[in-house]
């Protein structure tokens, strides 16, 4: 009990030193802007007009105030992006990343949003949340705790709507239950402690919960408070009413809430054209937003946002060196892509601002252990195969031609200036040495070679494999080519199998890969937490082990298989972890599965990902120098883009 | 060898030379016409100066094995060449009323002039009746749009006149079957349909070029009972192109005998058939069947083949196959074209084919003709 | 007197035309279509290359040279002197590194001063001529094995680009060859009794046409290039889709052909040859189709280019031939990218094989069609 | 007439039925469905998607259903009351995703056929009259340069160029002012200013083809017999070659007509991929990458509908036109 009493008092301390550094100047600024808030010249003359009440009754109590970048900005102008085909997340990252709590800008913890405060009881098992006095949605309407339970009983509750609770609302089979205190403060309560629940509500699975808050505006959509929901149906050609409600509220995974213009919102900038994919999607300015920059201007800076719909990457990376995109990483951070930028600054007018793959590496190779195939399941279970697969391997080589020497030689564990970073993890079996793979491949038992001086496997006949490899990845296809002959030198028989990324998953799902290439996740300390499939089997994803990954998931399902003791052992440390409430503990816990990971060796890593670069026009200001990149962080959202603004 | 004479042809009476026709009522005179053709191999002088008049409402034959140039003339009258051919010689010279001329052969072959003379003033029946109308229009839409344009009628005065045509040559319930496709004609019906279009703006010139080679005995001979009608009835002038000497006999007023470009025997029918002179003429008449010539006799073919343009024989071009020929001048100079007074002319050294003509008692050319054809 | 034999009689000239029969005609006919005429030889030349690919071409497709990424096509020159001193006839220049720092580049410049001899039947990477005779000499190539000589420059792998095309060559010019076969085949033969059969014959074959011409391509083209069993070689998967894909794509053609013979069903010479008691297939095959023989050549001359630039439309589209194989499609679609127009425009060479081969293939076509026509 | 138009109506509706059928399972073939093409995509960007949320999404999907069920209540959807289903990515009803589209999609093909048309056929007809002239080769040439170089590429480096030194607008058919503008005559003007990119692209590709039918053709017509007697009968060469041989020589092109339909409607699908054009071909495209099914198997059935409708047209087109296939 006392050590998690010390752990949850220094969570405190950490969690209000992480908020202090913007919390405490906060304090004092906020008593001296009481009164004279200013808001964009746009906006003044409807207020003149009568057609908007002022602004000091648009913003909460005490809005939050935004410390910008590098100095107060000057409103007016057009941020414009541009989208690729039907299901672009770019809206969800720019304009739509407002949570209860968010990531703050360099992503070392979470910091108050819509919630003005937040707490948690000793052992994780409540959380309460303090919202803002007088926030108000972007068409007025008052946002009050009644939203977030109208969320919670009609939404995540609602059999209909929602089948099954997502994994991280609930603790085993029992989903959170969501409690009011008084209108401005709601409680979450778990059966078990959970140490997550902040990070997911920051990262981009968290935002389904602000999308199934505005109930004025959902109950007209739902059964039980509108009988005649059905005219609403029919017109707007939905199967049932229960699919019409699921559109409008989406989910992380989809831009379904951005394709309805009317849905009330408290991001900075609300839709005016939604993404139909044939016309540019537009977002103003919100009138209510609720935060201001500390000389009290209500943000965001700048009027309007818009995206042109692209139907193929390339024109994107037109439009970037013409100079037609202001500020944009998405879908330009690439490396052949950043050298195409590079050459074209002064001709487009932008500079460029590095983005951070959160990979822990560029590419990884798992061979699946639990493939169908048992003469494949024995070789790939030999951690001598793996050592020396992965000593075969010329590091530099793949260096130099993929990523024009910008990277280096790094297996896939986390990041260098990580809190969880172990050198010794990340360099084992790096490097190039043929002679210790032939040793570590012989010490497998695998000596004798056929005609062509392939290895003999168990069964008598060579040992050959496929490995999957998405189609869109350009430099994976490439590397596995470079790969395929370094094995050759040593004996074994590997065949790239370039495939569409839907069915690489459809394989995964199946456990049908025999081995399979991706880009390593889990590269930051938070990402390590929220996504390890990298580090021991955590779902089906985890290629090097798909069908433990499955049982650590659902243990009846079909595919699933029982874990070896070490995988086993792993899991059980990381569903432990998900007790745990302080940061400390996970990050203790998060080692320990890495030592494991380290001394099995499942995946082999190649080189870390080198960095990529975004576009930011010259007169497009207060964008940091340098930005995490993964969905997780819902890249640029927490470095505020409302305090960007264009001079 | 000696000329041995020609038994009398079968004929039973002597041809009598009629006088030849004075040349102010020609209604077309060709003159030492020469056209040649550019192909791969080299140049082609298929028609080599050719020399002959059309007398008004007469029928002048053109006859001559296949490679003879007798088309390429027949065509030069319109001056309607393949674009490969030139006419870089002589003229076709056409008198409308006796008085006017127009040269045709120094016309522009696409120019507006030639093209009002064409199916007006001369027009022209081909010998494939099959595909000598466009399969996918009908009949009227072939035949109005000239008549119209021709006569200068509406429509509807030159779909009237198109029926009567067609009704004139024969072809039952016309207003009808203007409407219907050639390929719904039988052969003959479609050379009928030909020869009213032909003959539909009243030309004083027509030119057939073997009009019934593709059709079957009986239709021929209908085909040419319908032209020699028409021709009595408007005293149109034919010029008639074959080498099918029993129509020559049945049709022509006066014949043009050719080989290989050259006109080497030229005159009226009677006097060609009763006195042939040039040796091809008499080896040509030799070598049709006679009727009751009994079995057993074999048909006489005139030994050899047309030798080819490019490599033309010296001296005579018919020497190689001349049973007559004199070495030392038959195969060394080219014989001259000797007139024998009026339009009878031969084209050959032999003293026996340049002889003066014997005056033969008159006979009326019908009767000649009709005995031929029932004979 | 000359005798007066069959032969004999005739003239020298008229003899030989006599002899040459319709083969010897159509080709006097060909050769004065000069176009066609040298397309003919272009399409022997690049059929020619694809048999000797490995020969022709300096190194093999797959081998790649890290220290030459993105580097320029060089200069074939004549008359220089190498390092040490001596005359070379033939040279290329090599490169100079210029490093970018800023734009994350390795930029590379034609070095003037050096200079690396070129020779022809040059010793270079060993292969198999037809995978039977092991053989080592290359037509051009670098005197000294390791002396970067890249006339088209290289890639991203830094992998010859004048070597990858010339064994494009082998599979994007023979791998439709099949299925362009079977849907001629195919397109004749039910269009020809579609057309000449009519009734239900005609009725079935149309039908049959309706519905495999709307099953649209692209679908059944992915499916089964999903469908196809994992661990077979990208080459064979791609040759057994154009197969099956040949199998639906003969309805074009039998339409024309089925419209052809309706309206050639009415001419006489087709009524006399059933007259003469030709039986329906002797019919068709003699006496109907050399009729439009014109047509057929044209549209197959048409289907060959068809079948190459379909390839590269559908490596563009991700579901054609995938990296390792080469061909000229997979080239291409490296090409469609700003980084190649913008900084490696030479990646768009491959695309002038492409052009040659069409039009080549096209003219040729045209001039068979017009000396095989009995008319002109 | 009227018992042979009947007689293809009812075929007709059979090959659709047929059709349909085939298109559904057309798009099961590859392995996998919709979700996982979504967690594909997902796992792209480094999300996933946890299979207690996949479970759900596939019953509301109705995925779980066997796949004879999921046809059989697409297909009654669509006869009984003209519901083509709902597209998964999209989440709106197929119907007015593919109408958004129509118009663009008609409007650029149809100008495309036109253009192709006029320039094939002049030239077409040229190339044949004035054979082994200059001339044939030169405008030969450039018809097969059309066809020749990938549309892809001509797209892409046409897009770049354009761009860069014309200044025009990366991509779509409108200046980002008139994008989302109400119809105005200046939004008109806008649009053929970026119209003629993609029509050009197309049309060189269509026209190199036609050029030469139409060229073969023609000079098999051009030395018949009936050509001769209407020169004869003093036809000028223009109006006797427009008015017969031409006339005849078109019959090839009617019989193929019929197919220009189907193209009408889904467009040129790569060229509006490069050029971002708003018109039905990517909608295709993605569609069947993501296995989007009643997306994709609404498209393909109302392609082969029109298809069908175009075979039937040009059955009809061929009898008007050639008279001795109307009497058979």
Redesign the interface.
């Known amino acids: 009990m006392i050590s998690s009493q010390r752990a949850l008092g220094r969570a405190i301390l950490y969690l209000s030193i992480g908020c202090g550094v913007l919390g405490i100047p906060e304090l004092t600024m906020r008593a001296a802007l009481a009164a004279d808030y200013k808001e964009a010249p746009s906006l003044a003359k409807e207020v003149a007009a009568g057609k908007l009440p002022p602004v000091a009754e648009r913003l909460p109590t005490n809005p939050l105030v935004v410390k910008p970048v590098n100095s107060i900005g000057s409103y007016g102008g057009t941020w414009r992006q541009a989208l690729v085909g039907a299901s672009d997340g770019l809206l969800e990252r720019t304009i739509g990343y407002t949570r209860l709590v968010r990531w703050d800008p360099q992503w070392t913890g979470v910091v108050p949003d819509v919630a003005e405060s937040y707490s948690a009881n000793s052992d994780g098992t409540v959380y309460t949340f303090k919202l803002r006095k007088g926030i108000k949605w972007s068409d007025g309407t008052p946002f009050t705790a009644d939203d977030i339970l109208f969320w919670y009983n009609d939404i995540l509750m609602n059999k209909e709507i929602t089948p099954a609770v997502p994994r991280w609302l609930r603790s085993g089979n029992d989903p959170v239950v969501v409690s009011k205190v008084d209108d401005e403060t709601i409680q979450f309560s778990f059966k078990s402690p959970n140490g997550m629940l902040l990070y997911y509500l920051a990262s981009n699975i968290g935002s389904d919960i602000l999308a199934g808050s505005p109930a004025h505006y959902l109950k007209k959509f739902h059964k039980a408070y509108n009988p005649d929901v059905d005219q609403l149906v029919k017109a707007a050609g939905a199967p049932s009413w229960v699919a019409l409600i699921q559109a409008k509220v989406g989910n992380w995974q989809s831009p379904d809430r951005w394709r309805d213009a009317a849905r009330p919102v408290l991001d900075p900038w609300k839709l005016t054209v939604p993404y139909t994919g044939t016309t540019q999607v537009v977002a103003e300015r919100n009138p209510y937003y609720f935060k201001v920059d500390p000389e009290g201007n209500q943000l965001p800076y700048i009027d309007r946002v818009t995206y042109d719909v692209m139907g193929d990457v390339q024109s994107v990376i037109l439009k970037a060196t013409n100079g037609g995109l202001d500020m944009q990483a998405q879908r330009l951070n690439s490396l052949e892509t950043g050298m195409v930028l590079a050459a074209h600054r002064e001709q487009g007018g932008y500079k460029l601002f590095k983005v951070q793959p959160a990979w822990s590496n560029g590419m990884l190779i798992c061979l699946n252990q639990t493939v169908k195939n048992p003469v494949l399941r024995q070789v790939f279970q030999n951690k001598d195969f793996r050592i020396g697969l992965s000593l075969a391997i010329n590091r530099d080589e793949i260096n130099d031609i993929l990523y024009a020497g910008q990277s280096r030689p790094y297996q896939a564990v986390p990041r260098p200036g990580t809190a969880l970073y172990d050198e010794k993890l990340a360099t084992q079996y790096t490097q190039f040495d043929v002679k210790a793979a032939n040793a570590a491949l012989d010490r497998t038992g695998f000596t004798k070679r056929d005609d062509q001086g392939y290895r003999i496997g168990p069964d008598g006949k060579r040992i050959a494999f496929s490995i999957d490899v998405q189609t869109a990845r350009k430099d994976h296809i490439d590397a596995l080519e470079l790969i395929r002959k370094y094995w050759k030198a040593v004996g074994i028989d590997m065949q790239p199998k370039p495939i569409e990324s839907s069915f690489a998953v459809a394989r995964m799902l199946a456990n049908d890969q025999e081995g399979l290439v991706w880009i390593g996740g889990g590269g930051y300390d938070f990402l390590g937490l929220l996504d390890p499939k990298w580090y021991f089997p955590y779902e089906n994803q985890s290629a090097f082990g798909s069908a433990w990954g499955i049982y650590y998931q659902n243990p009846k399902d079909p595919n699933a298989e029982e874990p070896p003791a070490w995988a086993k052992k792993q899991q059980d440390l990381y569903t432990e972890l998900l007790k745990t409430v302080s940061d400390e503990g996970k990050l203790a816990l998060m080692r320990q599965i890495l030592a494991i990971t380290g001394e099995e060796f499942p995946v082999i890593g190649t080189d870390m990902d080198p960095d990529n670069y975004g576009v930011v026009k010259t007169n497009f200001h207060n964008v940091p120098d340098i930005m995490p990149d993964t969905a997780f962080y819902v890249t640029p959202g927490p470095t505020n883009p409302e305090q960007y603004f264009m001079k | 060898m000696r000329l041995t004479p020609i038994p009398d042809a079968g004929l039973g009476v002597p041809p009598v030379p009629r006088p030849a026709a004075e040349p102010q009522d020609l209604l077309f005179e060709v003159e030492n016409l020469k056209v040649h053709f550019a192909t ?2 080299g140049l082609v002088r298929a028609v080599d100066g050719v020399t002959f008049g059309i007398p008004r409402a007469k029928t002048v034959c053109i006859v001559g094995e296949s490679g003879s140039g007798k088309s390429i003339t027949g065509r030069s009258l ?1 001056n ?1 060449l393949p674009h490969t051919a030139r006419i870089v010689d002589g003229h076709v010279l056409y008198h409308p009323e006796p008085g006017r001329t127009i040269d045709i052969g120094k016309l522009d072959p ?1 120019g507006k002039p030639i ?6 003033d001369v ?2 029946i ?1 010998q ?1 009746p ?8 009908t009949i009227g839409q ?1 035949m109005v749009p ?1 008549i119209s ?2 006569l200068k009628l509406g429509r509807r005065e030159a779909t009237e006149r198109a029926a009567a045509m067609l009704a004139r040559v024969g072809i039952p319930k016309p207003a009808e079957r203007l409407g219907s ?1 050639p ?2 004609f039988s052969g003959g019906m479609r050379q009928r349909v ?1 020869i009213a ?1 032909a003959l539909s703006c009243r030309p004083k010139l027509v030119i057939a070029d073997e009009p019934t080679t593709a059709l079957d005995v009986t239709t021929q001979a209908n085909i040419i009972d319908l032209l020699v009608e028409l021709q009595e009835e408007s005293g149109l002038s034919i010029l008639f192109i074959t080498h099918d000497l029993g129509v020559v006999a049945e049709v022509a007023s006066d014949v043009v005998v050719m080989y290989l470009g050259k006109v080497v025997e030229r005159g009226s029918v009677e006097e060609i058939f009763h006195d042939p002179r040039h040796p091809y003429t008499r080896a040509l008449l030799r070598s049709v069947p006679r009727l009751g010539a009994g079995r057993d006799t074999r048909l006489a073919a005139i ?3 047309v ?2 343009p ?2 033309r024989p010296k001296g005579c071009d018919f020497h ?1 196959r001349c049973d007559f ?1 004199i070495a030392g001048t038959c195969d060394v100079t080219a014989p001259p074209d000797v007139a024998l007074g009026g339009s009878r002319s031969v084209r050959c050294v032999l003293p026996e084919a340049i002889r003066p003509p014997v005056q033969r008692a008159e006979t009326p050319p019908s009767s000649t003709q009709r005995t031929l054809r029932h004979g | ?2 005798d ?1 034999t069959a032969t004999g ?6 003899r030989k035309l006599v002899e040459l029969g319709q083969w010897g005609l159509i080709y ?1 006919r060909f050769r ?1 279509h000069k176009l066609a005429y040298w397309s003919g030889f272009i399409v022997l030349a690049i059929y020619a290359v694809a048999l000797f690919a490995e020969f022709v071409a300096p190194y093999s497709s797959d081998r790649y040279n890290p220290r030459y990424i993105y580097s320029p096509p060089q200069m074939l020159k004549m008359f220089g002197r190498d390092q040490n001193g001596d005359l070379a006839l033939l040279y290329v220049n090599g490169y100079k590194v210029e490093l970018d720092p800023v734009a994350l580049q390795r930029r590379f410049v034609i070095d003037e001063s050096r200079v690396y001899p070129v020779g022809f039947f040059v010793k270079g990477e060993p292969y198999h001529l037809f995978g039977l005779i092991p053989a080592e000499r290359h037509l051009i190539g670098p005197v000294d094995p390791d002396a970067p000589m890249y006339l088209w420059g290289t890639d991203r792998l830094g992998r010859d680009l004048l070597s990858r095309t010339i064994h494009g060559t082998r599979i994007s010019m023979s791998i439709g060859l099949v299925g362009v076969t079977i849907s001629l085949v195919l397109g004749i033969l039910l269009g020809g009794i579609s057309g000449y059969y009519g009734g239900w014959a005609d009725q079935a074959v149309q039908r049959t046409i309706d519905f495999l011409k709307s099953i649209p391509t692209i679908p059944l083209w992915m499916g089964l290039a999903a469908a196809i069993p994992d661990r077979m070689d990208p080459l064979l998967v791609y040759f057994w889709i154009t197969v099956i894909l040949s199998l639906i794509g003969w309805t074009d053609l039998a339409r024309v052909v089925r419209g052809r013979f309706l ?1 050639l069903k ?1 001419e ?1 010479f087709v009524m006399a040859a059933r007259l003469d008691g030709c039986s329906r297939q002797r019919v068709i095959w003699h006496h109907m189709v050399p009729s439009f023989t014109s047509h057929i050549v044209a549209s197959v001359t048409l289907a060959i280019p068809a079948m190459i630039l379909a390839e590269t439309s559908l490596s563009f589209l991700g579901i054609g031939l995938k990296p390792p194989v080469v061909s000229w499609g997979v080239l291409l679609k490296d090409a469609q990218s700003l980084l190649a127009l913008t900084q490696a425009p030479w990646l768009f060479l491959p695309g002038i094989p492409v052009v040659v081969a069409v039009l080549a293939l096209n003219f040729l076509g045209d001039g068979i069609r017009d000396a095989a026509d009995p008319y002109s | 007439m009227w018992r042979f138009i009947a007689h293809r109506v009812v075929y007709t509706a059979l090959t659709l039925a047929a059709v349909s059928l085939v298109s559904f399972l057309i798009i099961q073939l590859p392995p996998g469905d919709f979700l996982t093409s979504l967690a594909g995509k997902m796992a792209e960007q480094g999300g996933d998607l946890d299979s207690a949320s996949l479970a759900g999404l596939k019953a509301r999907y109705g995925l779980d259903q066997p796949w004879y069920i999921q046809y059989w209540r697409w297909i009654t959807g669509i006869l009984l009351h003209g519901d083509f289903g709902q597209s998964f990515e999209w989440n709106k009803p197929v119907s007015e995703l593919l109408w958004d589209r129509m118009g663009m999609t008609l409007l650029l093909s149809l100008v495309t056929l036109i253009v192709t048309w006029m320039l094939a056929l002049p030239i077409g007809i040229y190339s044949a009259v004035r054979r082994y002239s200059l001339l044939d080769y030169v405008v030969t040439f450039l018809g097969f340069i059309g066809l020749a170089i990938p549309s892809f590429l001509l797209s892409l480096a046409l897009m770049y160029i354009l761009s860069r030194y014309a200044g025009m607008s990366v991509g779509g058919l409108f200046s980002p002012a008139y994008v989302n503008a109400p119809w105005s005559w200046a939004k008109l003007v806008d649009l053929a200013a970026h119209l003629w990119l993609p029509v050009l692209i197309l049309s060189t590709s269509g026209t190199a083809a036609l050029i030469r039918v139409m060229r073969a053709n023609l000079i098999d017509e051009l030395h ?3 050509v ?10 223009m109006e006797l070659l427009f ?2 041989p031409v ?2 020589a078109l019959n090839p092109f009617v019989s193929t007509i019929g197919w220009v339909l189907p193209h009408l409607f889904s467009g040129a699908v790569i060229v509006s991929v490069v050029l971002s054009l708003p018109t039905a071909g990517p909608l295709l495209l993605s569609a069947l990458l993501a296995q989007d099914m009643y997306l994709a198997g609404s498209f393909i059935l109302i392609l082969s509908a029109l298809t069908v409708i175009g075979t039937l047209l040009s059955d009809l087109l061929l009898a008007w ?4 296939v109307r ?1 058979q």
């Not at chain 3, 009689?9 to 008229?14: A, D, I, V």
């Not at chain 4, 001769?228 to 060469?237: D, K, M, P, S, V």
């Open positions: 791969d191999d319109m309607l696409r093209r009002a003379l064409r199916g007006k027009s022209f081909s494939e099959m595909a000598a109308l466009s399969p996918v229009h072939q000239v344009r021709h496709y390929f719904e030909c279009l030994r050899g083949m030798p080819s490019f490599d190689p020929a | 007197m000359t007066a009689g005739l003239s020298p000239p008229r006097r004065k309206s009415t006489d | 018949k017999p009936y001769q007697t209407a020169r004869a009968n003093g036809l000028g060469e008015k017969y006339r005849v036109l050639d008279p001795r009497y």
